[in-house]
């Protein structure tokens, strides 16, 4: 009996040793399960806030993955927490859970929190919040959310933003994606992009959220959007491949939290076919993509980690609203941007919003800022658009006034082909009637429609817009205004960025136009131009250009260039391009001929497709030369770059006269003279040639007039192409309709 009794004795003993080390290593794996190895801030210690709590607080973290974006929110929440007291220590224990990008373990480690013993859990991204949702039904935890695209629509119960119509355990932020803002800065940026590429996870609300928004701006700006459905990150390089091999020009990633911890495998395939990655999951940049538009993660994170603060102070979450915060970051990548097949070159305006910038050498220098202007060799350029040196808009004083009362009048804008220059002009447009007192909602609506280049399309909105019979129509370039002169009778019709208004059928000279027709047009400095390029280059004595046949206002332009350098005795070799389709071919057919430089009149084709001329200029190492400050922007050594968008003001200024009861025959044409030379050094030498010291002073001191010289008074009158003032005026109102056939001046 006593042998069985010491035997049974050790066999306890054993037992209770084992149990002993089960607790002890069931401890380990449940820290380690928890992410304490995953994240510094994990640890226990530290800190005080509050007073006289009993015991310390306990919070969650749970992320998605790992990532930039998912560990800037953590950090910034962290952050966020200690802004309001509250650090981890022994008034406050933050344990951190990362799911790894599994869903499965997502919700795993959602179920553990929600019967455990936190006060507060907070999750980070879409997933995590449906995760942990989904588990705390009950609402047995507090629970703070962020790094989410669309709380209403993730289907937890947010029934609307800014109000409490939600579960009384739960609040948090959205931070609402800005997708609009990304593509219409990726066209700008490559007017020439037509087909943007996505891979998306369709599991994702958010995800799903972004991508149908993208469906409709892409359509908007006349791009296509091209779709590769993911189920987990191991499927994006090969989604990537599919969006290349379906003639991509570009990716872009949305609020996906699949696709962000497989970033660096999407870069990688777009960096091979040579075409830009732009994110809306901003931080994007240092893995690659060539520019991020979207929130300030880290800021998100604080800000979340403030609301868990007020939570932790005793603060009921029932009475907190959801509300979506949205602090935007712009970052850039000028290593990856010169990489590409079209390389893109970031403009000051664009690199002075930049929130940070990653440098030719890989590294991200944050709260970058542009290069002084005078400095060589960023462009000099005219400060304002507002400058005193502008030309007088003789519009502007009559147009000022008080609201119009009664209902927003109706404003159509139709154009022709969205590029650079019609976004100026319309900018210019919303700009002047500002400036007049009006107040868009309140006084004007606007709406914008392009026909995509396409004539068809062109008449068809026109014929729209007769029907909508809205109070004035504003055409913006030549076609558009074609189109408009030919069709519109009795409803006001206000033009811009247009180069001869009298080719288009709308009248004989400034003062003898259509009754129901006004506006702003730019003749085009091509005899300053061609005197600029008699002395400053004597050796070029023969250039080339593109134009468009099926363009008026280009074969316009392309004769009046042609005769401002033969007078300087220089020969002007033209090539024809008369599709988008051609542009390409055509553009380096005409850099491999015996030219001395490349100057590129601005015509609707050539603005849009200037990337495919400038990549054929440096194949050839043809100096280049334009007429507009984007050219500049995208490649061109130096332009004599007309002010669009006060052009478009000057525009503006007519149609307020017009709302407020001026009608348009009393309203005279006017021409905007307004060019200003802009020159790049470095774009020079990529070029393969240098610009020389008297231009690049011409430059400086034409940026310095426009900033500080005074205006000219009153405005000049000018007749018909071709025809002396006198010659152009005219008693009987001439017939309607495009003269595309006349010659110039004979109306």
Same mark, same amino acid.
């Given at each position: 009996?006593?042998?069985?009794?010491?035997?049974?004795?050790?066999?306890?003993?054993? %037992?209770?040793?084992?149990?002993?080390?089960?607790?002890? &290593? &069931?401890?380990?794996? !449940?820290?380690?399960?928890?992410?304490?190895?995953?994240?510094?801030?994990?640890?226990?210690?530290?800190?005080?806030?509050?007073?006289?709590?009993?015991?310390? =607080?306990?919070?969650?973290?749970?992320?998605?993955?790992?990532?930039?974006?998912?560990?800037?929110?953590?950090?910034?929440?962290?952050?966020? !927490?200690?802004?309001?007291?509250?650090?981890?220590?022994?008034?406050?224990? $933050?344990?951190?859970?990362?799911?790894?990008?599994?869903?499965?373990t997502g919700n795993a480690i959602a179920t553990k929190l929600a019967s455990g013993e936190y006060d507060v859990v907070a999750t980070i991204s879409t997933p995590m919040l449906q995760a942990f949702a989904n588990a705390n039904r009950e609402g047995r935890r507090k629970h703070v959310f962020v790094g989410v695209t669309a709380p209403v629509e993730s289907g937890v119960g947010v029934k609307s933003l800014d109000s409490t119509d939600k579960p009384a355990w739960m609040t948090g932020l959205g931070s609402a994606q800005p997708v609009d803002a990304i593509f219409r800065e990726a066209k700008r940026l490559?007017?020439?992009?037509?087909?943007?590429?996505?891979?998306?996870?369709?599991?994702?609300? *958010?995800?799903?959220?972004?991508?149908?928004?993208?469906?409709?701006?892409?359509?908007?700006?006349?791009?296509?959007? #091209?779709?590769?459905?993911?189920?987990?990150?191991?499927?994006?390089?090969?989604?990537?491949?599919? %969006?290349?091999?379906?003639?991509?020009?570009?990716?872009?990633?949305?609020?996906?939290?699949? #696709?962000?911890?497989?970033?660096?495998? %999407?870069?990688? #395939?777009?960096?091979?076919?040579?075409?830009?990655?732009?994110?809306?999951?901003?931080?994007?940049?240092?893995?690659?993509t060539t520019f991020d538009l979207g929130a300030n993660y880290r800021e998100v994170g604080a800000e979340g980690g403030r609301l868990v603060a007020r939570l932790l102070d005793g603060e009921d979450p029932a009475g907190i609203p959801v509300r979506n915060f949205m602090p935007e970051r712009l970052l850039l990548n000028e290593k990856a941007a010169a990489s590409l097949r079209d390389r893109i070159v970031f403009d000051d305006r664009t690199r002075a919003a930049a929130d940070g910038i990653v440098g030719m050498d890989g590294t991200l220098v944050k709260h970058a800022k542009p290069p002084t202007p005078?400095?060589?060799?960023?462009?000099?350029?005219?400060?304002?658009?507002?400058?005193?040196?502008?030309?007088?808009?003789? *519009?502007?004083?009559?147009?000022?006034?008080?609201?119009?009362?009664?209902?927003?009048?109706?404003?159509?804008?139709?154009?022709?082909?969205?590029?650079?220059?019609?976004?100026?002009?319309?900018?210019?447009?919303?700009?002047?009637?500002? +400036?007049?007192?009006?107040?868009?909602?309140?006084?004007?609506?606007?709406?914008?429609?392009? +026909?995509?280049?396409?004539?068809?399309?062109?008449?068809?909105?026109?014929?729209?817009?007769?029907?909508?019979?809205?109070?004035?129509?504003?055409?913006?370039?030549?076609?558009?205004?074609?189109?408009?002169? *030919?069709?519109?009778?009795?409803?006001?019709? #206000?033009?811009?960025?247009?180069?001869?208004?009298?080719?288009?059928?709308?009248?004989?000279?400034?003062?003898?136009?259509?009754?129901?027709?006004?506006?702003?047009?730019?003749?085009?400095?091509?005899?300053?131009?061609?005197? &600029?390029?008699?002395?400053?280059?004597?050796?070029? =004595?023969?250039?080339?250009?593109?134009?468009?046949?099926?363009?008026?206002?280009?074969?316009?332009?392309?004769?009046?260039?042609?005769?401002?350098?033969?007078?300087?005795?220089?020969?002007?070799?033209?090539?024809?391009?008369?599709?988008?389709?051609? &542009?390409?071919?055509?553009?380096?057919? %005409?850099?491999?001929?015996?030219?001395?430089?490349?100057?590129?009149?601005?015509? *609707?084709?050539?603005?849009?497709?200037?990337?495919? $001329?400038?990549?054929?200029?440096?194949?050839?190492?043809?100096?280049?030369?334009?007429?507009?400050?984007?050219?500049?922007?995208?490649?061109?050594?130096?332009?004599?770059?007309?002010?669009?968008?006060?052009?478009?003001?000057?525009?503006?200024?007519?149609?307020?006269?017009?709302?407020?009861?001026?009608?348009?025959?009393?309203?005279?044409?006017?021409?905007?003279?307004?060019?200003?030379?802009?020159?790049?050094?470095?774009?020079?030498?990529?070029?393969?040639?240098?610009?020389?010291?008297?231009?690049?002073?011409?430059?400086?001191?034409?940026?310095?007039?426009?900033?500080?010289?005074?205006?000219?008074?009153?405005?000049?009158?000018?007749? +018909?192409?071709?025809?002396?003032? +006198?010659?152009?005026?005219?008693?009987?109102?001439?017939?309607?309709?495009?003269?595309?056939?006349?010659?110039?001046?004979?109306?």
């Amino acid at each position: 009996m006593g042998t069985r009794l010491a035997t049974f004795r050790r066999l306890l003993l054993g %037992l209770g040793l084992i149990a002993a080390a089960a607790a002890v &290593l &069931l401890s380990t794996d !449940l820290r380690s399960r928890r992410g304490a190895g995953d994240d510094p801030h994990a640890a226990r210690g530290g800190g005080a806030a509050g007073g006289g709590d009993v015991g310390p =607080k306990h919070l969650a973290i749970l992320q998605h993955s790992t990532s930039q974006v998912m560990d800037d929110i953590r950090e910034g929440m962290i952050a966020g !927490l200690a802004s309001k007291g509250w650090v981890a220590g022994p008034r406050l224990v $933050i344990d951190v859970y990362n799911a790894h990008a599994d869903l499965p373990t997502g919700n795993a480690i959602a179920t553990k929190l929600a019967s455990g013993e936190y006060d507060v859990v907070a999750t980070i991204s879409t997933p995590m919040l449906q995760a942990f949702a989904n588990a705390n039904r009950e609402g047995r935890r507090k629970h703070v959310f962020v790094g989410v695209t669309a709380p209403v629509e993730s289907g937890v119960g947010v029934k609307s933003l800014d109000s409490t119509d939600k579960p009384a355990w739960m609040t948090g932020l959205g931070s609402a994606q800005p997708v609009d803002a990304i593509f219409r800065e990726a066209k700008r940026l490559q007017p020439a992009l037509q087909t943007v590429g996505v891979a998306w996870n369709p599991a994702e609300v *958010n995800s799903e959220i972004c991508t149908k928004r993208a469906r409709e701006v892409s359509k908007e700006l006349g791009m296509t959007l #091209v779709e590769a459905p993911i189920e987990s990150a191991k499927d994006v390089p090969e989604a990537a491949g599919s %969006l290349v091999v379906r003639g991509a020009q570009a990716i872009w990633t949305g609020g996906d939290a699949t #696709v962000v911890p497989a970033i660096d495998a %999407l870069v990688a #395939v777009a960096t091979k076919a040579g075409i830009p990655v732009f994110s809306n999951m901003a931080g994007q940049v240092e893995h690659g993509t060539t520019f991020d538009l979207g929130a300030n993660y880290r800021e998100v994170g604080a800000e979340g980690g403030r609301l868990v603060a007020r939570l932790l102070d005793g603060e009921d979450p029932a009475g907190i609203p959801v509300r979506n915060f949205m602090p935007e970051r712009l970052l850039l990548n000028e290593k990856a941007a010169a990489s590409l097949r079209d390389r893109i070159v970031f403009d000051d305006r664009t690199r002075a919003a930049a929130d940070g910038i990653v440098g030719m050498d890989g590294t991200l220098v944050k709260h970058a800022k542009p290069p002084t202007p005078s400095r060589v060799p960023a462009a000099t350029a005219a400060v304002s658009s507002a400058a005193p040196g502008s030309p007088v808009d003789p *519009n502007a004083a009559a147009a000022r006034g008080g609201p119009l009362g009664g209902r927003p009048r109706s404003v159509s804008a139709i154009v022709y082909i969205e590029t650079p220059t019609m976004e100026e002009g319309f900018a210019g447009v919303k700009d002047g009637l500002v +400036a007049a007192g009006l107040v868009e909602g309140r006084d004007f609506e606007v709406r914008l429609q392009s +026909a995509q280049g396409d004539v068809a399309i062109l008449n068809g909105i026109v014929d729209a817009a007769i029907a909508a019979s809205p109070d004035v129509i504003v055409a913006l370039s030549t076609p558009a205004l074609q189109a408009v002169a *030919n069709k519109v009778e009795t409803i006001p019709v #206000v033009f811009s960025i247009v180069s001869n208004p009298f080719i288009a059928g709308a009248g004989r000279s400034d003062d003898d136009h259509l009754p129901n027709v006004t506006g702003v047009y730019i003749s085009g400095p091509f005899d300053r131009m061609a005197q &600029l390029l008699h002395d400053h280059f004597p050796s070029w =004595k023969r250039v080339g250009t593109l134009f468009c046949p099926a363009e008026v206002n280009s074969v316009f332009v392309e004769g009046k260039m042609r005769e401002a350098l033969a007078r300087r005795g220089i020969e002007l070799e033209s090539v024809a391009a008369s599709t988008p389709a051609d &542009l390409p071919d055509a553009a380096a057919a %005409l850099a491999s001929r015996p030219i001395d430089a490349i100057v590129q009149l601005s015509d *609707n084709q050539g603005t849009a497709g200037f990337p495919a $001329i400038v990549r054929a200029a440096l194949r050839a190492r043809r100096p280049l030369v334009g007429f507009t400050r984007q050219t500049v922007e995208q490649g061109a050594a130096f332009a004599l770059a007309e002010e669009y968008r006060d052009a478009g003001r000057a525009s503006g200024s007519s149609i307020a006269r017009i709302l407020r009861g001026t009608p348009p025959s009393k309203i005279p044409f006017h021409d905007f003279d307004d060019a200003v030379l802009v020159a790049n050094e470095a774009n020079a030498r990529a070029l393969g040639f240098t610009l020389p010291p008297s231009l690049l002073a011409a430059a400086s001191a034409d940026a310095k007039a426009h900033a500080g010289a005074p205006a000219e008074p009153g405005a000049k009158a000018h007749a +018909a192409p071709g025809a002396s003032p +006198a010659a152009g005026k005219s008693s009987s109102t001439p017939s309607r309709g495009p003269a595309a056939n006349a010659a110039p001046g004979r109306h």
